[in-house]
């Protein structure tokens, strides 16, 4: 089992930052790809951003890319997520998970273990 702990959000004005953090506890294994998902109310849970097992390969969402930026530490079993240029329409409950595969998946249902989530609201 998998323990997945995000810290980090919060509000911010529009064009700020916020960096998020993961920590993972547990039977954590290096050998999985990890991602960050969003959900914003009435909206469905969409994948944001990606990386792979080892942290060389990573996948943004189209509207994150040149924004968000995904880290891993594996010898502190941390995820990290950096936005800049925050928009309101970034805002959501933000989630950090971890897939059964070793590369870099975007759907929702190959992610094996989730945060509780961390809010982040974006004001204009």
């Known amino acids: 089992q998998v323990q997945l702990v995000e810290s980090g959000g919060g509000l911010v004005q529009a064009g700020g930052s916020l960096r998020l953090s993961c920590a993972a506890s547990g039977r954590t294994s290096s050998s999985r790809a990890m991602g960050w998902f969003r959900q914003a109310p009435g909206k469905e849970r969409e994948f944001v951003a990606g990386?792979?097992?080892?942290?060389?390969?990573?996948n943004y969402e189209d509207s994150v890319k040149g924004r968000f930026t995904i880290s891993r530490d594996n010898f502190k079993n941390t995820l990290s997520l950096q936005m800049n240029s925050l928009k309101p329409e970034d805002t959501a409950i933000y989630y950090c998970?971890?897939?059964?595969?070793?590369?870099?998946?975007?759907?929702?249902?190959?992610?094996?273990?989730w945060g509780q989530g961390t809010q982040v609201t974006v004001s204009s």
């Open positions: 990386i792979n097992w080892i942290g060389a390969s990573t």
């Open positions: 998970a971890a897939s059964r595969t070793v590369g870099v998946v975007t759907a929702a249902n190959l992610y094996d273990y």
